[in-house]
Nanobody, 124 residues
Framework: QVQLVESGGGLVQAGGSLRLSCAAS????????MGWYRQAPGNQRELVAT???????NYADSVRDRFTISRDNAKNTVYLQMNSLKAEDTAVYYC??????????????????WGQGTLVTVSS
């Protein structure tokens, strides 16, 4: 199993910045795509940004040019640098990872894991 531990959330004023981190640990062969999602009260969970092993990225239109996702493959860690924060960015942010681990048949199984979430509150 993979455990994802997030950190870096908190309270910030509009226009400010925060940096989220998410470290993957446990038993796995490789972590593939990693990403950040968020869920505001009363809303569904939505994609914020994803990053592949080769550093190709994808962003939601609402955060493009303000947020930057990056990763350190050696540390199995993904980061989300959030600048120019707005009140509408307030949400619980969740880390997600696609990973593969060996199975009893001698092959590999593709799995997915979620972090416990970290709260980001932007005051206007």
């Amino acid at each position: 199993q993979v455990q994802l531990v997030e950190s870096g959330g908190g309270l910030v004023q509009a226009g400010g910045s925060l940096r989220l981190s998410c470290a993957a640990s446990g038993t796995f062969f490789r972590v593939n795509a990693m990403g950040w999602y968020r869920q505001a009260p009363g809303n569904q969970r939505e994609l914020v940004a994803t990053i592949l092993v080769d550093d190709r990225t994808n962003y939601a239109d609402s955060v493009r040019d303000r947020f930057t996702i990056s990763r350190d493959n050696a540390k199995n860690t993904v980061y989300l640098q959030m600048n120019s924060l707005k009140a509408e960015d307030t949400a619980v942010y969740y880390c997600n990872a696609d990973y593969i681990r060996s199975n009893r048949s001698g092959g590999f199984t593709r799995l997915n894991a979620w972090g416990q979430g970290t709260l980001v509150t932007v005051s206007s």
